[in-house]
Structures are given as C-alpha cells and as structure tokens.
C-alpha cells in the first residue's frame, strides 16, 4: 500500500519539478564550493612557494655573505622566536652529506634520509616528501651554492592542510541545511505552481454522471492555466451539448418510434389471427414493410437533426449558387406542385451565393417546399424568393395556404409538432426542425411570419459571403 | 453467375443466401473478412458483397486488398452507416455500390445485376423494347402498340430506368437516385408522384398495365 503510493508518487508531476529543482539547486552550490575550494587550495600554496622561494634566496645570500656560522646563526635565532611560519631548513655538503638540518617540533616526522639522496642544480628544483604516516608533505626547495654545497628549505602542508579541513568542515555543516533547504523549495515551487492543474484535476474528477455543469475556477491572470481553463471549460460546455442533445434525441426516438412499432405489431397481430386467408395475410406483410420503411426514414431523419442539432454534422463547405438551388429543389416538386394544380412564383436576386453544405442546404429548402405545397389548397400560389441582406442571405418561402395560428407559431419548428390543422396530412413532422438544425449549424436562422386563412411564410437566413458573388 | 458473401451476422448472410439461390446464382459464404479475402482471391466472382463491419478483417480493408493484387470483382459494400462520408470512402476505396441496412432484399439483387451487367459490358443500344412499348434513345420517341407517347425529361429517365431493368423491382431510393441523382430522401413522396404521372401516360389508354407497384418494395415495370 505505502509502496504503492510511494511509486504513485514518483509518477506526479510535482515529484519531477521537485527532485528536477533541488537537484539543481544542489549541484550549483556544490560545484560553488568546489570552485572556492580550488581558488583556496591553488592560492594557498601559491603563497608557501612564493614564501620558501624568498626564504631560500634569502639564506642563500647569507651563506654567501656568512658563511655557514651565519646561516645557523640565523636559524637559531628563528628557532628562539618560533617564528609563526616556520621552515625546514638544511645544509649538505658536497657529497650531500647534512652539514645542519633544522625542523620545526610541531611537524610531524619526515623521512630526512631521503633527501640526501638526490642531486640538484644551480636552479631551484622542487621535491615532495611525505611525512612517516604520509597524511602531509614536506615541500622542499633546492639549490646548490657556490661552493657546490646544497641548501634546501622547506615547508609541511600541515598549516595549509588545517585551513583546507576548517573550509571542508564548513561545507559540510553547511551543505546539510542547503539540501534540505533545495528540497523544501523545490516542493514549494512545485506545488505552487501546479495548484491551478491540481483543481482543473479534481474538476475533471467531480464531472461525472449527472454533473455535466460543474466548470474549472478561470484564474485571472491570463497566462496559460488561464487559457487552458478557458479551453477545458469551452470543451465541457461542448460535451453538455452534446450529451444534452444525445439523450434529447435518444428520448425522442424511443418516443417517436412507439408509434409505428405499435402500428407494425398491430398488422403482425392481425395477420396472425385465425380465419385469414392468404392475400389479407400478404396485405398484413407489405403494410408491414411499409410501416418498417417509415421507421427508417423517420429514424434516419431524427439522427439527421440530432447530428446537426449537436453540431457533429459534417458539412462540406462551398459556394452554392441560390438560383441554382432553387431549380434543383424545383425539378423535384414541379411535377407534384403541378397534380395539385399551383402556381410556383421565383424571384432570386442575380448572383446570389453563400458558402454552404450543398446537399444539406438543398434538403432543407426541399423540405420548405414539400411544407409549402403541402398546406396550399389546389390552385393555390407559392413564392420563392430570395434576396441579399448586409450580413445575410435570406430565402423565404410563402405559401397561400391555412396558415398558422399565432400560438402556433414558435412550435412549429419543434420535433413531431403538427397543428391541429393539419392532422390530415401525411408526413413524419419532422421537416421543419430538421430545416432549423440545419440552417442553425450553418450558423444561421429561422423565422415564420402567418396569417390564419391567408398563408405563412418561412424563411431562412444564412450568412452572407464577404464577397457578394463568387 | 456466381457470388460471394461475406458477411458475419448470420441471419442476414441467410435470408440473402436463399433469396439469391432463388434468383439463380451460385453463392459462396464467408463469415469473417480474413476467409472472404482468401475466397475473392483464389476463386474467379463475378461479383462480391461484402459487409464493412466484419471479424478479422474489416471489409474495406478487404476490397482494399483485394484491388491492390488486381482483382476487379464488382462489389457492393453492404453498411450500417448511413452518412455520405462513409459512402464515399466506401467507394472510393474501390467499392462499386453501397447499401445501407436495413435494405430490401429486391434492392440488393437489382443492384447485384446492375454490377453484373455493367462489368460484362454489354454492348450499347439505342433503343430499348418492352412487350408493345418501345424507346429510342437518341431521338426520344416513345411509342407504345403504335401510339406515339410524349414524355417530360423526368418521366423520359424513369421510364428509360423501369425499361432497362425489366423485370425487376427498382427502389424508390434507386429511382430518386438515378432520376434526381438525389442522396436523401424527401418528405413528400416525389418518386410516387413520378410514377403516377408515367403510369397515366404510359398506361392508362391501354389494355394492359406494365408499370406495377410491389408495396413496401418500390416499382416494376414488365408484361405479364
């Protein structure tokens, strides 16, 4: 469980910005520290060679002037006062054999030995000696006299070495709060910065079934948590919608569909009972069919509103000639407009045009049409027209029919609704809201103007082009 | 003629089964993509029908791979997809026709012979003849047992329709299809209106009915 959690944990975002910034924090200081450690070091024992170096150019010129009497004599005198940067002072002679050697006490031991081992040159020559327990060494500096006597001075790196070990104790008191301090910030900043996802979080939790409304706290600093809020929020809006309009129309097929499911079962019944002969059970069949190609049409029209309803209709954008429409949807009713004896009247404006889903647009017209001849008694006039207005394309359809009572009028467009009027007619009531979905998600509108006894007129208004023919 | 089906939904595969038994062609039956595209390569169709929705292998991954090896089996692609997009890809990916279910059965075999015919390429004629009633096609003269018939150019592509498919019931979705070349359907039954207008003109002063309606199906247009 803990593991779990833990391992959890390592997946978070905050874990990553976490570790990512005390990480860094931590390398820079470490490498801070090892920058002044070196400077230290380096200068430290810049200044013991520079120190040795005048030290044996200084004894030199005495042993040049004194002799070797005032050479021990100086160092006696060093050794009296414990001078607090004390030397290694030795003389060898020719077979560099030690005439005198001096050491400070408070050095630990070196292996002298060694040192008459070795040969030099006029030039100063540098050698190493580490101590019996090797923790320091001796830096020494040699130089043949004139008289091919060697004298050598040196220094232990005892003294450099304590301030080093102060410095490093230093750094490490130091470095222990530092981390902490690097992890703690890095925590901080994560969390902080990550607060506006950790709600947007916990919104997206909180939006489950039956809680389409909640929406994410927009921040007003219009940086990009603000954006993706505003995005999240947009997209929750959007899946409302849908959802919405999802189970509008899910409700509304499973309700429109009873009917001629009810129809189809009754003729199956029908059929089935006893005593029929063979042509009322054929008869029972193709009603039947019929009935079910109803449902079809009736269910492929429903999921055509909804679709457009929900705004997920595809829709092939292009620049449809009005005029060219117009006839289309024409050739198509000419012949039914004309068993029912009426008169078809066109105006269309020239070059009218807008950018639509041709088939859609071309559908939704047909139906105003169907509508229109529909409810105009024989004999009757029908007019097409359409003109451009500012923004918009308006098409308006008006027929000389019963019209539409005016508490009527705003229902019109809604699923199923047939006026009381108009129960005698055929149809599936549902041309007209799938005029309205379409035209609205071409981001348009619909609008019906009636007079009962005089006839209605329907239009649609669709947004212009900005050019004004294409 | 013989056909292949491919398609997984049983009860489906066996009502189109018998109905094409009955109309005289030998068919073969395959019941995932994976079977189907292995018969439509080995086996010489002359047409092939084939579901989208399939195990294995999804249909137009089928007849993708089967225009791909070169074989150019019409086919027509059966769908429970309705919208025009699926329509186009479906032929675009080499299907020859699409049907969306739930279809009538008259339907499928009218389109089934429509393919055939096509891909044998049978000569072009110009004039077409049904019982006494006879059309030619490039001077538009109808005439029927020696009475000439006038005709408006909707009613001349319906007749022209019902005559090339003697015999067999066309839809009303073929018709709309065909004469409007229309992809949705109208509220109002334009098609019936058409048919009504041609029967009075190519019926009604004779003795014998050629065009006949088969309820719930569409129209036939034949001489008993």
Known sequence: MFLRSLRNLRKTVSFHLTVWYSGIFILSSLFLFAIAYLLLSTSLS???????????????????????????????????????????????GRENKTLFFYIPYQWAEFDIKQLEKMTSTTSITWTHLPTKNNRNVLEVASIRLFNDSLLQVGKSTE????????????????????????????????????????????????????????????????????????????????????????RDSLDSVAHDLRTPMTRLRGAAEIALQSGKN?????????????ESERMLKMLNTLMDISEAETGV????????????LIEEVLDMYLYVAEEKDLYINITVADELSVVADRTRVCQALANLMDNAIK????????????????????????????????????????????????????GLGLGLSLVRAIVSAHKGRVEVLSKPGKGSTLSIYLPATNKPSL | MRILLVEDDLNIASFILKGLKEAGFAIDHAANGEDGLHLAINEPYDAAIIDIMLPKLDGLT?????RGKKINTPVIILSAKRSVDDRIKGLQTGGDDYLTKPFSFSELL???????????RTTETTRLRVGDLSMELLTRKIVRAGKKIDLQPREFSLLEYLMRNEGRVVSKTMILEHVWDYNFDPQTDVVDVLVCRLRNKVDRDFDERMIHTIRGVGYVLEVS
């Open chain 1, 46 to 92: 810049k200044q013991d060679h520079e120190a040795i170096q005048l030290r044996i150019e200084e004894l030199s010129t005495l042993y040049q002037t004194g002799g070797r009497e005032l050479l021990e004599r100086e160092v006696t005198i060093e050794k009296k006062f414990e001078k607090k940067l004390p030397f290694f002072i030795r003389l060898a």
């Open chain 2, 62 to 66: 089928l007849i993708e791979e089967l």
């Open chain 1, 313 to 324: 209709m595809k829709l092939d954008q292009e620049p449809v000639h009005i005029s060219a």
């Open chain 2, 110 to 120: 009218a389109r089934v012979e429509a393919l055939i015919r096509r891909s044998t």
């Open chain 1, 159 to 246: 003294d450099r070495e304590k301030i080093l070990r102060h410095f490093r104790k230093i750094f490490t008191v130091t470095m222990i709060p530092l981390i902490l301090l690097g992890f703690a910030g890095g925590a901080f900043l994560a969390l902080r910065a990550l607060r506006p996802i950790r709600h947007l979080i916990n919104t997206v939790r909180s939006v489950g079934p039956g809680r389409m409304d909640a929406r994410v706290p927009i921040p007003q600093t219009g940086d990009e948590l603000y954006e993706l809020a505003t995005l999240f929020n947009g997209m929750l809006n959007k899946i409302e919608v849908l959802i919405n309009g999802m």
């Open chain 1, 375 to 426: 409810y105009t008694p024989s004999g009757g006039q029908i007019d097409l027209e359409a003109h451009r207005e500012p923004n918009q394309v308006v098409i308006n359809v008006k027929d000389s029919g019963i019209g539409i009572p005016q508490e009527d009028l705003p229902r019109i467009w809604d699923r199923l609704y047939r006026g009381t009027q108009s129960s005698s007619h055929q």
């Open chain 1, 278 to 290: 063979a042509e009322e059970c054929k008869e029972a069949l193709a009603d039947c069919l019929e």
